[in-house]
């Protein structure tokens, strides 16, 4: 996802480092056990806390993400006077491979400030995105396939017109020379002889990940500079199935889990903005 990296710090006084140290550790001993799920195979945790990207409001409550017969749920929902949005992480680090994800619902008639994105996940320098958003304005292109830092020529493609229809395919097959995006109607493993409606991009630059970076799958559902959804209603993002890679990496057979710290992600506006 687009990036937009907050300015520096000036260094802290002794006496203010550790009271900020004693909050934050505090902070994350709070949080030291989140809430998981399991979906497609993989346990994940849900976020919840403030803030990027957005900033945002993100809630871990079963109204804002859950899983049932018809797949994995994401909802933006506004409680209490405020709007939350949300967030899912595998526990695991993903590998090389093929990560397809069936979705339900239109995502080319998201409302223009929410964003839907499934994407792997280390660091802001190290990410793969497949967005689905109009980035606040009314008309324009509606999905986008990233590779961090978007700032770089060739690191975007962005185009009009996502697959329309309730049921789409979306895939990331991630190799150690380029990655290759994929979009196309129905849910299935590939497009088929019929090629109607697809989209497709591969990434050949200098800034793929490495699968030793050991990042996780990631899918969110959230607002543009927080701005509450234009229309004033709800939206949710559903993903009837995802199919992906094994998990028997050599990071994975030792049970590392990733560096936390998503909850401090930077806000990740339009790459037009």
């Known amino acids: 996802m687009p990036h937009r990296h907050p300015a520096g710090h000036a260094k802290l006084p002794r ?8 909050v934050f550790a505090g902070s994350f001993a709070a949080r030291a056990d989140p809430r998981t799920l399991t979906f497609a195979g993989r346990e994940w945790t849900v976020r919840s806390g403030e803030g990027g990207p957005g ?4 809630s871990d409550s079963p109204e ?16 209490d006077g405020v709007w939350h949005c949300a967030e899912v992480a ?28 499934p994407f792997l996940y280390r660091d802001d320098e190290r990410e793969v995105d497949i967005e689905f958003s ?7 292109p509606n999905t986008q396939y990233v590779v961090q830092p978007f700032q770089k020529k060739g690191n975007i493609h962005r185009f009009a ?8 395919t979306h895939c990331m097959d991630w190799h150690p ?38 990042l996780r799958v990631h899918i969110n559902l959230w ?20 199919a992906l890679p094994p998990v028997e990496s050599p990071q994975n057979k030792s049970g590392r889990t990733p560096p936390k710290g998503d909850a401090g992600r930077a806000e990740k506006p339009s790459a037009k903005d």
């Open 15 to 22: 006496a203010a480092a550790l009271l900020f140290l004693t």
């Open 55 to 58: 900033p945002n409001n993100w």
């Open 64 to 79: 804002s993400v859950w899983v049932d017969g018809e797949g994995l749920h994401l909802k933006v929902r506004k409680s």
């Open 90 to 117: 595998t526990v695991l680090p993903t590998r090389h491979g093929m990560h397809r994800f069936h979705l339900t619902g239109r995502t080319d008639l998201l409302d223009r400030n929410v964003v839907a994105s």
């Open 134 to 140: 109009r980035w606040g304005r009314e008309r324009g």
């Open 161 to 168: 017109a996502a697959p329309a229809g309730e049921a789409t």
């Open 177 to 214: 020379g380029h990655i290759h995006f994929l979009s196309f109607p129905g849910h299935a493993d590939a497009p088929g002889a019929a090629r109607g409606g697809v989209r497709e991009w591969t990434y050949k630059g200098p800034d793929n990940p490495r699968e030793e970076d050991g």
């Open 223 to 242: 607002l543009v500079r927080g701005m509450p959804p234009s229309d004033g209603k709800e939206a949710e993002f559903v993903v009837k199935n995802a």
